[in-house]
């Protein structure tokens, strides 16, 4: 890997390269994931994770060695960016893991120093929108297509556009109130750098879609350094756009319209409350938003709220803050889902200020994780142990021999509980339960 990289006179290639071989009468190597410890900022927006060789590309490692390059683009902060993990594939799907401190014994270089970065702080602006004036259903299924031209001066460039609609219609892909324009998902036209460019989605309309008229709320564009700005129905018409469409000739809207709004958060912690209890609602996730409807005339789009409350308990969305972190973590210290009032107390306590560290420690001298553990473990065991109950596996010898360097050169048993709750392994296996909000009772 390249150990520099200047930014000060434009973009700059990463530049990587891997040799893996197979064992005799293996499928043959794969392909290889590079993990980084902190996002790069790509022309495509940030990343932690560069693959290298896959199958198909221009340089395969199915013949031991493959080399590829990663655009970073002037937008990424100056600072040491390192290498948290490599992971490399054979052809059969199995993986074997090289952690930091594995690749520094074996002589790799782990860092790049990046320098000359301008951080983009520009948000992007919205200069053209197009919706279709009129859908007809009555032949069957029609094309849907939305297009959006965006420009982000000389920041890290547009990455999409988000429209939000008054209720909700059906596409071939999904069902909702939302579409998402210009990201990187099949049926869109991408938005690539930062001059004036545009990006387009299109998809298959189903017949089933309700007659009617479908208003634009809301449309928020925003960059690949997560810069947004956000344009009310009112800005946009004021802009010339024409802010709705018409389906024809398909279902009848049935009974009343209904109660539609864009509960849009800040950037603090913001709760919604709804004066009936979760039973009578649904609540599901639509891109980066939630959507909230309870059949009876509510139907809200939830953007950056973090917590919904209702009459009998409160449900908590924000997956990738503290409520997602505090489940993690008791599915990782006790290997099972928290008990509501549980999961409410150490949630109010990580608002509150406390860090993951400090509940870990809680959680460590426990006499539910003494039961669970045993007492007196020795430091391989209490890994091997983290293995079994957090990941549901044995520690393959890189992994054990990475947390075992961790303990001998000071870290806690706290610091490794986190590890292990926070990895990308443990973040899969929690993610199906978690990812349409967690239920728990506040303290």
């Known amino acids: 890997m390249s150990s520099t990289l200047d930014l000060s006179l434009g973009q700059r290639n990463l530049s990587l390269r891997v040799d893996a071989r197979d064992e005799l009468g293996g499928s043959g190597p ?100 197009v ?3 009129v ?33 909700d219609f059906y596409l071939d892909t999904f069902t909702g109130p939302a579409v998402s324009i210009g990201g990187i998902a099949g049926g869109s036209d991408t938005f690539f750098d930062g001059t004036l460019n545009s990006g387009a989605y299109t998809g298959t309309l189903s017949a089933d879609t309700e007659r009617g008229t479908y208003n634009l709320l809301s449309a928020v564009v925003t960059d690949q350094s997560g810069n947004a700005t956000e344009y009310t129905a009112a800005q946009l018409a004021a802009m010339g756009i024409s802010t709705q469409f018409v389906v024809q000739d398909g279902a009848p809207m049935g009974g009343p319209a209904p109660s539609a709004a864009i509960i849009q958060g800040s950037d603090g912690l913001d709760e919604v409350t709804y004066a009936k209890a979760s039973t009578e609602f649904t609540l599901r996730k639509s891109g980066g938003s939630f959507i909230a409807t309870d059949g009876q005339g509510i139907n809200n789009t939830l953007v950056n709220v973090e917590r919904v409350a209702f009459s009998d308990q409160t449900i908590a969305l924000d997956v ?18 928290p008990d509501l009032p549980g999961l409410g107390f150490w949630i109010s306590h990580l608002d509150e200020g406390w860090t993951l560290l ?40 890189a992994g054990l021999a990475h947390w075992m360097t961790k303990l001998d050169q000071g870290a806690t048993r706290a610091e490794l509980l986190v590890g292990f709750s926070e990895s990308a392994e443990n973040m899969a296996q929690v993610i199906g339960a978690i990812e349409n909000g967690m239920a728990y009772i506040p303290f």
Request: proline fraction near 5%; hydrophobic fraction near 40%; glycine fraction near 12%.
């Open 135 to 167: 859908i007809d259903l009555s032949s069957g299924a029609k094309e849907l297509s939305f297009t959006a031209h965006a420009q982000d001066g000389a920041g890290s460039g547009v990455a999409g556009v988000d429209l939000f609609f008054d209720h």
């Open 30 to 129: 794969g392909w290889a994931q590079v993990w980084m410890q902190q996002a790069v900022i790509s022309p495509l927006g940030p990343s932690q994770v560069i693959s290298i060789g896959l199958p198909g590309s221009a340089d395969p490692l199915s013949d031991g060695s493959a080399s590829s390059v990663f655009a970073v683009s002037t937008a990424t902060p100056p600072g040491v960016y390192r290498i948290y993990e490599v992971a490399v594939f054979d052809m059969a799907g199995n993986v074997k893991h090289y952690f930091d401190t594995d690749l520094v014994a074996m002589g790799y270089n782990t860092a790049v120093t990046v320098t000359g970065g301008v951080p983009d702080t520009t948000a992007p602006v919205l200069t053209g929108l």
């Open 320 to 337: 990738d803050g503290t409520a997602g972190q505090a489940y993690r973590l008791y599915q990782a210290a006790f290997d099972r889902q």
């Open 358 to 397: 400090d509940v870990a420690g809680r959680f460590l001298n426990s006499a539910e994780y003494g039961r669970l553990y045993g007492t007196g473990l020795q430091n391989q065991q209490f890994v091997t142990e983290l293995y079994h109950n957090v990941l549901h596996r044995d520690p393959e010898q």
């Open 131 to 133: 919706l279709p004036a």
